[in-house]
């Protein structure tokens, strides 16, 4: 045994033995931080610690043998160095082997190419027009005609159009239209420019195929303003009858033209360029720009729906519950001028969610869907409309196919992250934020909920990492504290720090912006009965849907729901109704409740 020992210090491997194991663990531990710096998935830190444990015996056996040769006069003498530059090539070997998966992992910030298979025939892109007038603050107005032919030509029920969000990702990227056609997976994609000067205006479109890149269709119109309503039909009669003669029938016709005139149809495109940038305040800008449409031209069905969209995302997702009385009026004038329309139709649907109306809002939902089952629009309707009545299948497969019509879209790629951990399916769950996130890397509603599932997959070092990343959120906004921070110390068993969060966002609480029955849930994780049932009376009394699916919850204990002030609330007639309505609208959507 001393033999062997002295060997060992001889030959200079416990000098090699040391050196490795710093530089692997300075290594590792920087793959670890920066796992957690841009939330890498777990298996780049495993594939660290496992390359640093297979390089240890490669280190040692290279130093053996490296020595056995120098004392066989194989190689010169050399000087102390060996054993560390030894060390190096070792730890060398453990920087390959740790970047190798991250060479492959995507980079943020990259083209997003989802494999989503062949192409339906008919199917379409829109991608946005160039803006040629040379003045950056026109580019509303080429981006807004891009856009309402993509509205345009989603009437058509034939048609799988990519929505808005997807086609205009690739705005100011030089992108080949092939490349663009297999990431959207679309079979045609749709380019054109605008040259607007005064009331006059120049439309150049062409239709391109998105799998051999040669041009299918093109044509120029120079048209006054006044004529841009009928030019839009024309262009998209033209691509349907480009696409196949039996789609040519089926593309609805616009509104006359005379509805509006070309200074509020500017207007009108200025309010779409601000709700596109999908944020309260240009949310806000774009009703206040909606609304002066609906003045100027109150026979324009399009800008009543529009200013009653506007409002009814300020009130479901930044909860200025009361703009729900206007949001409905816009809406129902828009159906009294359009029985057609859409977006009015999603309005109303969501308004009567918020009533807990629910057979008027599966009524809604039934129109649209008889108009165009094929819509992004009423395929994300009716996976709220499924989410809000239980029906988590059907939810999942509307967003599912909404997905593939908006597959760089942040919010399809979330939901169904969502969906994957509300099922217990947490690796699915984390693949699917982790799209989300190529796509909008700085999000924190995807970065909480990436650290939730974490949580969830007893990831706690990694979910530890990504908590200290959002630490401004968390300090910022008590009720973002409800996600991942209590996950988190209710995993660890820290009850007092849980039990404080709860309390932070009870006293940080304002009933027009909801979320009491995310605050009983924390409560009732706590075993905190009493005020867990508390604020659940307070969600009853706000109507907040998310009541409705507390007994769902996989985290709901049997205590909760044995509880005879639980079973009241849930005998109240309201509730009652909901239970009801479920089965009828298991029935719509084609399966059992």
Same mark, same amino acid.
């Given at each position: 045994?001393?033999?062997?020992?002295?060997?060992?210090?001889?030959?200079?491997?416990? !000098?090699?033995?040391?050196?490795?194991?710093?530089?692997?663990?300075?290594?590792?531990?920087?793959? +670890?931080?920066?796992?957690?710096?841009?939330?890498?998935?777990?298996?780049?830190?495993?594939?660290?610690?496992?390359?640093?444990?297979?390089? @240890?015996?490669? #280190?040692?056996?290279?130093?053996?043998? @490296? +020595?056995?040769?120098?004392?066989?006069?194989?190689?010169?003498?050399?000087?102390?160095?060996?054993?560390?530059?030894?060390?190096?090539?070792?730890?060398?070997?453990?920087?390959?082997?740790?970047?190798?998966?991250?060479?492959?992992?995507?980079?943020?910030?990259?083209?997003?190419?989802?494999?989503?298979?062949?192409?339906?025939?008919?199917?379409?892109?829109?991608?946005?027009?160039?803006?040629?007038?040379?003045?950056?603050?026109?580019?509303?107005?080429?981006?807004?005609?891009?856009?309402?032919?993509?509205?345009?030509?989603?009437?058509?029920?034939?048609?799988?159009?990519?929505?808005?969000?997807?086609?205009? #990702?690739?705005?100011?990227?030089?992108?080949?239209?092939?490349?663009?056609?297999?990431?959207?997976?679309?079979?045609?994609?749709?380019?054109?420019?605008?040259?607007?000067?005064?009331?006059?205006?120049?439309?150049?479109?062409? %239709?391109?195929?998105?799998?051999?890149?040669?041009?299918?269709?093109?044509?120029?119109?120079?048209?006054?303003?006044?004529?841009?309503?009928?030019?839009?039909?024309?262009?998209? !009669?033209?691509?349907?009858?480009?696409?196949?003669?039996?789609?040519?029938?089926?593309?609805?016709?616009?509104?006359?033209?005379?509805?509006? /005139?070309? *200074?509020?149809?500017?207007? @009108?495109?200025?309010?779409?360029?601000?709700?596109?940038?999908?944020?309260?305040?240009?949310?806000?800008?774009?009703?206040?720009?909606?609304?002066?449409?609906?003045?100027?031209?109150?026979?324009?069905?399009?800008?009543?729906?529009?200013?009653?969209?506007?409002?009814?995302?300020? +009130?479901?997702?930044?909860?200025?519950? $009361?703009?729900?009385?206007?949001?409905? +009026?816009?809406?129902?004038?828009?159906?009294?001028?359009?029985?057609?329309?859409?977006?009015?139709? !999603?309005?109303?649907?969501?308004?009567?969610?918020?009533?807990?109306?629910?057979?008027?809002?599966?009524?809604?939902?039934?129109?649209?869907?008889?108009?165009?089952? /094929?819509?992004?629009?009423?395929?994300?309707?009716?996976?709220?409309?499924?989410?809000?009545? /239980?029906?988590?299948? *059907?939810?999942?497969?509307?967003?599912?196919?909404?997905?593939?019509?908006?597959?760089?879209?942040?919010?399809?790629?979330?939901?169904?992250?969502?969906?994957?951990?509300?099922?217990?399916?947490?690796?699915?769950?984390?693949? #699917?934020?982790?799209?989300?996130?190529?796509? *909008?890397?700085?999000?924190?509603?995807?970065?909480?909920?990436?650290?939730?599932?974490?949580?969830?997959?007893?990831?706690?070092?990694?979910?530890?990492?990504?908590?200290?990343?959002?630490?401004?959120?968390?300090?910022?906004?008590?009720?973002?504290?409800?996600?991942?921070?209590?996950?988190?110390?209710? $995993?660890?068993?820290?009850?007092?720090?849980?039990?404080?969060?709860?309390?932070?966002?009870?006293?940080?609480?304002?009933?027009?912006?909801?979320?009491?029955?995310?605050?009983?849930?924390?409560?009732?994780?706590?075993?905190?009965?009493?005020?867990?049932?508390?604020?659940?009376?307070? $969600?009853?009394?706000?109507?907040?849907?998310?009541?409705?699916?507390?007994?769902?919850?996989?985290?709901?204990?049997?205590?909760?729901?044995?509880?005879?002030?639980?079973?009241?609330?849930?005998?109240?007639?309201?509730?009652?109704?909901?239970?009801?309505?479920?089965?009828?609208?298991?029935? %719509?959507?084609?399966?059992?409740?």
């Amino acid at each position: 045994m001393e033999n062997l020992l002295e060997t060992i210090r001889r030959r200079g491997l416990d !000098r090699v033995g040391i050196g490795y194991a710093v530089a692997a663990w300075a290594i590792i531990q920087a793959t +670890a931080l920066a796992a957690g710096a841009f939330a890498w998935p777990n298996w780049i830190s495993q594939a660290a610690i496992v390359a640093g444990l297979v390089g @240890f015996p490669v #280190a040692l056996a290279s130093a053996w043998v @490296f +020595a056995v040769h120098k004392e066989q006069g194989h190689v010169r003498p050399t000087s102390r160095g060996d054993a560390t530059i030894l060390a190096g090539i070792g730890a060398i070997c453990v920087v390959i082997a740790a970047a190798l998966p991250l060479g492959l992992w995507p980079k943020t910030g990259s083209n997003v190419q989802p494999n989503l298979g062949t192409p339906p025939a008919a199917s379409i892109a829109v991608l946005p027009f160039a803006n040629l007038s040379g003045d950056p603050k026109k580019l509303y107005f080429s981006d807004g005609i891009a856009d309402q032919l993509i509205n345009t030509l989603s009437q058509n029920s034939a048609l799988h159009v990519a929505a808005r969000t997807s086609s205009f #990702a690739s705005e100011n990227k030089k992108q080949d239209v092939k490349a663009i056609a297999r990431s959207l997976n679309v079979r045609s994609v749709v380019e054109g420019s605008v040259l607007g000067d005064r009331d006059r205006i120049r439309i150049a479109v062409q %239709l391109v195929d998105g799998q051999t890149g040669f041009q299918v269709w093109s044509r120029s119109y120079d048209r006054d303003l006044s004529d841009i309503l009928v030019v839009q039909d024309s262009i998209a !009669r033209e691509i349907a009858a480009a696409l196949g003669n039996h789609l040519l029938v089926r593309v609805a016709k616009t509104q006359d033209a005379r509805t509006i /005139n070309p *200074q509020s149809y500017r207007l @009108f495109l200025q309010g779409r360029f601000f709700v596109a940038r999908d944020a309260e305040a240009d949310y806000r800008r774009a009703a206040d720009i909606f609304k002066q449409v609906t003045v100027r031209a109150p026979g324009y069905a399009n800008g009543f729906a529009e200013y009653g969209s506007a409002l009814i995302a300020l +009130a479901s997702d930044y909860g200025d519950n $009361a703009v729900f009385p206007q949001a409905e +009026a816009a809406a129902r004038q828009a159906l009294s001028l359009d029985s057609r329309n859409l977006l009015a139709l !999603r309005t109303l649907m969501l308004v009567s969610i918020a009533k807990w109306d629910w057979l008027a809002a599966a009524d809604r939902f039934r129109s649209a869907r008889a108009i165009n089952p /094929n819509s992004y629009g009423v395929l994300h309707s009716q996976s709220v409309l499924a989410a809000t009545m /239980n029906l988590p299948q *059907q939810d999942f497969e509307a967003e599912k196919r909404a997905a593939e019509l908006d597959p760089l879209s942040f919010v399809a790629q979330y939901n169904l992250g969502v969906w994957y951990f509300q099922q217990g399916r947490y690796d699915e769950a984390v693949a #699917a934020q982790q799209k989300a996130l190529l796509l *909008q890397p700085a999000n924190p509603a995807g970065r909480d909920a990436l650290c939730s599932n974490e949580v969830a997959r007893h990831n706690l070092r990694v979910a530890h990492r990504m908590l200290a990343n959002l630490a401004t959120l968390y300090a910022s906004e008590p009720g973002w504290r409800m996600g991942c921070p209590l996950d988190i110390a209710l $995993a660890e068993g820290r009850s007092t720090d849980a039990r404080k969060i709860a309390d932070q966002a009870a006293a940080a609480y304002r009933a027009s912006e909801g979320g009491a029955t995310e605050i009983g849930s924390a409560y009732r994780r706590l075993g905190a009965l009493d005020r867990a049932i508390e604020w659940y009376e307070r $969600a009853y009394a706000a109507r907040e849907r998310s009541l409705l699916l507390v007994p769902s919850d996989r985290q709901a204990e049997p205590t909760l729901l044995a509880d005879l002030r639980w079973k009241a609330l849930w005998a109240r007639p309201p509730i009652h109704d909901w239970e009801v309505a479920r089965g009828e609208v298991a029935k %719509l959507l084609g399966t059992r409740a």
